[in-house]
């Protein structure tokens, strides 16, 4: 019987490649522990809800239409309340991706004449045409509309700016959106643990403004979620982790019922809301994604540790680095060059189930600085909850990969972007 060496070697990785990442992977056992206990106790936490909700056969039914009393949809979107320790939550497949939530929930709640505060930068690179921060706004800016927006950014060290943020809250100050995850930026990720004690300084100051916070890449990598130290809103994409994989499309808000009326006004209809909506036979994939997301979230995020510890004893710089607590399932390595980030990129690529065949290039795409150039080899288009990279070709010339749907996926990957690295003659082993 072959084994998992000459399985990899048999792939095209080298065995000086294997034995190298092979060694990594064994120092990590320990780690890996604590992450599949984070991971029982989400899971747990997830069935507790669904027996709760008492989801049943019944739910994974579908509607067309108008999509009136669909119990699938109504029950879901109680299950998500319960796991996020929130009021209400609206999840849709209307919802088409990430920043389609957060354009539908800043929407909803910002009017004519409010601004809208950033306390940790700039906001990720698809949301600056929303927001209208661009040098050339698309139509339909929230800038358009007569929304202000205002940013503070983070210190040096990655903390936060307490004065400035305490100078930027002013009357007009409606609503502070709080990204956890890095985007495009060296920066850390942020805690939940850090989330809430900003949301609680902010609401000291000003008690009545609304905390939103955008959680992709964040969901089930701890214990417990945003909305449950404070933030009135939080929002995310289902094909990033709480879609388990499985998800073809979709996203969601949680958080207080008053919101999410609005929000649910803004994606359909003033005095139509939640009522509306067909789930089109999409149900049951989002009911079992949610249902796996603690434990595909778990293998992305291990790929992401093994990732780090492959890179840094590399000698390249990676954020978060090799012994961090992780809050994300993101990992950012430096590279330093063009060549480097499109090497490692066709290496992740090379690893896919899908267009394995296919090697990706920079290229130019809508809401992006620069040309970026995207590995993703998926079953759900732009699914980055499955084994991703990406970058964008400018300076430092750094790399973000996600994903994973099982962890001896993510490894492969990992192990093939190394060796796309080695045959480019881009990297020397030790």
């Known amino acids: 019987m072959e084994s998992l ?21 064994k120092g990590l056992k320990e780690r890996f522990e604590r992450i599949d206990e984070t991971a029982e106790y989400n899971q747990m936490k997830v ?45 849709r497949p209307q919802i088409t991706c990430g920043t389609h939530a957060l354009t539908i929930a800043l929407s909803a709640i910002l009017r004519p004449g409010d601004e809208l505060l950033s306390p940790v930068g700039k906001p990720y690179d698809t949301l600056e045409g929303v927001i209208g921060i661009k040098e050339d706004n698309p139509p339909g800016s929230l800038k358009e509309f007569g929304v202000s927006y205002r940013q503070v950014d983070l210190k040096e060290d990655g903390e936060f700016d307490w004065d400035g943020i305490k100078k930027a809250i002013n009357d007009k100050t409606k609503l502070v959106t709080i990204q956890r995850s890095k985007g495009y930026a060296p920066r850390k990720t942020l805690s939940v643990e850090r989330i809430g004690q900003l949301i609680s300084y902010i609401k000291s100051i000003k008690p009545d403004v609304i905390c939103m916070v955008d959680n992709c890449y ?81 293998g992305a995020l291990k790929g992401a540790i093994f990732a ?29 060059s063009p060549e480097a980030v ?12 899908v267009d394995s065949h296919v090697a990706p290039e920079p290229y130019a795409m809508p809401g992006y600085h620069s040309d970026v150039i995207m590995a993703a080899g998926a079953f759900v288009q732009g699914s980055s909850i499955e084994l991703s990279a990406d970058g964008p070709i ?37």
């Open 5 to 25: 060496k000459e399985m990899y070697l048999s792939a095209g990785i080298d065995e000086e490649v294997y034995d190298f990442c092979d060694e990594i992977q």
């Open 47 to 91: 069935i507790r809800a669904m027996e709760n909700q008492k989801v049943s056969a019944g739910c994974f039914e579908s509607t067309t239409g108008y999509g009136y009393d669909d119990l699938g949809r109504e029950t879901l979107e109680a299950v998500y309340a319960e796991v996020f320790g929130a009021q209400a939550a609206l999840v």
């Open 218 to 298: 964040g969901e089930f990598v701890e214990r417990t979620e945003p909305t449950q130290v404070g933030a009135d809103m939080c929002v995310g994409s289902l094909i990033k982790n709480p879609g388990g994989g499985l998800a073809p499309i979709g996203g969601y808000i949680v958080g207080r019922e008053d919101l999410i009326d609005l929000c649910a006004y803004r994606l359909t209809a003033p005095g139509l809301g939640k009522e509306v909506g067909a789930t089109l036979g999409v149900n049951q994939s989002f009911y079992q994604g949610f249902f796996m997301a603690p434990t595909v979230t778990a």
């Open 308 to 336: 780090a510890n492959v890179y840094e004893t590399l000698g390249f710089s990676v954020v978060p680095d090799k012994s961090e607590s992780r809050h994300d399932i993101i990992q950012a390595v430096t590279l330093g």
């Open 342 to 353: 499109i090497a490692f990129c066709q290496g992740i690529q090379a690893a896919s189930p």
């Open 394 to 430: 400018e300076p430092p010339y750094a790399v973000y990969f996600q994903g994973g749907l099982t962890w001896y996926h993510a490894r492969y990957g990992i192990t093939m972007s190394l060796q796309y690295m080695k045959n480019a003659n881009l990297v020397t082993l030790p």
